[in-house]
């Protein structure tokens, strides 16, 4: 099992940059794929972007393609999405999420994050 803990949320003008970083407990981190979702306030949670295990393959959701950097540090067990030229409607909180190898979803979440942007 791994437990997750998210940090970095906050409030923050239109443009501006917040890093989200989750700490992973346990010892076997690098055995995950990683990912970060959204829920923002009357939606349905929302994928966000992912990466491997090892740490080089990432994917992301169209909206955000190009302003966020999802990576991971397996030596220090964090997971952390770089969040550059925010827009109001990225405001959400953010969950990360872990799926371990032989998942076919992800099964472990963090308590999440919250991020305003105000315009």
């Known amino acids: 099992q791994v437990q997750l803990v998210e940090s970095g949320g906050g409030l923050v003008q239109a443009g501006g940059s917040l890093r989200l970083s989750c700490a992973a407990s346990?010892?076997?981190?690098?055995?995950?794929?990683m990912a970060w979702f959204r829920q923002a306030p009357g939606k349905e949670r929302e994928f966000v972007a992912t990466?491997?295990?090892?740490?080089?393959?990432?994917y992301y959701a169209g909206s955000v393609r190009g302003r966020f950097t999802i990576s991971r540090d397996n030596a220090k067990s964090t997971l952390y999405l770089q969040m550059n030229s925010l827009k109001p409607e990225d405001t959400a909180v953010y969950y990360c999420?872990?799926?371990?190898?032989?998942?076919?979803?992800?099964?472990?979440w963090g308590q999440g994050t919250r991020v305003t942007v105000s315009s």
């Open positions: 999420a872990a799926k371990g190898p032989a998942a076919a979803e992800y099964d472990y």
């Open positions: 346990g010892r076997t981190f690098s055995t995950y794929t």
């Open positions: 990466v491997t295990r090892d740490g080089y393959g990432t």
